[in-house]
C-alpha cells in the first residue's frame, strides 16, 4: 500500500485531501497540530472510506523542534513515502511571533514545509518515482518579496494580512522551483498549486469583505482536486518543478520573482540557515 502524508489533514483542503488519498488505495497520515481535530478527522475519514488506512503524527508546523521530532517519527513508522502534501498554512491579520522567535505566517506557511520537506526526502526517495505537492496561491501576486527581510520585521502585514500571507505562498513556489532543480533526476517531483478562493478554517477576512468573497470561494471538496491530480494522475509522471491552477499546468500565470531562478537559490540557502540545515 503507498503512503501518504496530508500536512493540516484536520480540514478543509487538507482533510478532503486526505480523505481521497485513503480513497485511491493510499495509507494516509495526517500530520496536525491538534490532537482533538485529528482524532476528529481520521474518525471522519474512516466512517466515510470503506477499507481506510489512517494514522495520525502531532506536528506544529511553526515550531521546528517539533517539525524534526515528528519527521524522526514518520522515519521510524514508515519504510517508504510516495506522495507528501504540504498543505497546512496560516493567515492572520496581524504579526504573532513563534516560541523561537519566527515570524508566525513565515514559520508555518514557509520554514516548517521547508524544514519538514528536506527531512522527508530519504523516505521519499526510497519510493521513487515519489511526489510533492506544495500548495501555494494566487496570493503569491499581492506583494514583492524582500529577500532581506524574510521576517517581514520592515514592513506591516497590509490590508487583513493578505499581503504577508502572499509573500509567504510565494516563498512556496520559489522553494518548489529550486526544490525541483536540486532533486532532478532522483525520481521525486515537486510541484505547486493554487487550490482556489477556498472557504476553510485558514483565516478570516475582514468583515466588510466577507459577504462579497464568500459566494466565488469554492468547496474544500472542490479546493483538494488540484492537489489531488498533481499527486496521483498518471499523465505528470515525471512533471516537476511546475505551477497548477484548476489541475492544470499554469506557468504562465507567476509573477515575474515566482519565475527568478537566483531569487529561488537565494531564499533556499537563506531559508535552510534559518532551519539550520547544511
Not at 519566527?102 to 521513487?128: I, R, Y
Request: proline fraction near 4%; hydrophobic fraction near 40%.
Amino acid at each position: 500500500m503507498p503512503n501518504a502524508i496530508v500536512t493540516g489533514a484536520n480540514s478543509g483542503i487538507g482533510l478532503e485531501t486526505a480523505r481521497e488519498l485513503a480513497r485511491s488505495g493510499h495509507h494516509v497520515v495526517l500530520l496536525c497540530r491538534n490532537r482533538e481535530r485529528a482524532e476528529a478527522a481520521k474518525a471522519d475519514i474512516d466512517g466515510s472510506v470503506e477499507g481506510a488506512s489512517t494514522e495520525i503524527v502531532l506536528a506544529d508546523l511553526g515550531l521546528q523542534a517539533d517539525v524534526r521530532r515528528a519527521a524522526a517519527e514518520l522515519a521510524d513508522r514508515l519504510d517508504g513515502l510516495d506522495v507528501l502534501v504540504d498543505n497546512a498554512g496560516l493567515s492572520v491579520r496581524r504579526r504573532e511571533r513563534t516560541a523561537e522567535g519566527h515570524d508566525q505566517m513565515l514559520a508555518v506557511n514557509h520554514l516548517g514545509p521547508f524544514l519538514l520537506t528536506n527531512l522527508l526526502l530519504p523516505l521519499l526517495q526510497a519510493s521513487a518515482p515519489s511526489r510533492i505537492v506544495v500548495v501555494a496561491s494566487e496570493a503569491h501576486k499581492f506583494r514583492k518579496l524582500n529577500i532581506d527581510d524574510l521576517e517581514g520585521d520592515t514592513r506591516g502585514y497590509g490590508i487583513g494580512g493578505l499581503p504577508r500571507y502572499g509573500e509567504t505562498k510565494l516563498m512556496n513556489i520559489l522553494f518548489t522551483r529550486e526544490l525541483a532543480r536540486r532533486i532532478e533526476g532522483t525520481g521525486v517531483t515537486v510541484n505547486a498549486v493554487h487550490p482556489g478562493t477556498v472557504s476553510t478554517n485558514l483565516g478570516s477576512p475582514p468583515a466588510i469583505l466577507a459577504g462579497l468573497i464568500g459566494r466565488f470561494m469554492k468547496t474544500p471538496e472542490q479546493g483538494a482536486f488540484t492537489s489531488l491530480v498533481v499527486a496521483t494522475d498518471p499523465a505528470l509522471d515525471g512533471v516537476s518543478g511546475s505551477y497548477f491552477i484548476n489541475g492544470k499546468r499554469a506557468d504562465d500565470k507567476l509573477n515575474a520573482q515566482a519565475r527568478d531562478d537566483a531569487l529561488a537559490k537565494e531564499l533556499w540557502d537563506r531559508s535552510a540557515a534559518l532551519v539550520g540545515l547544511p
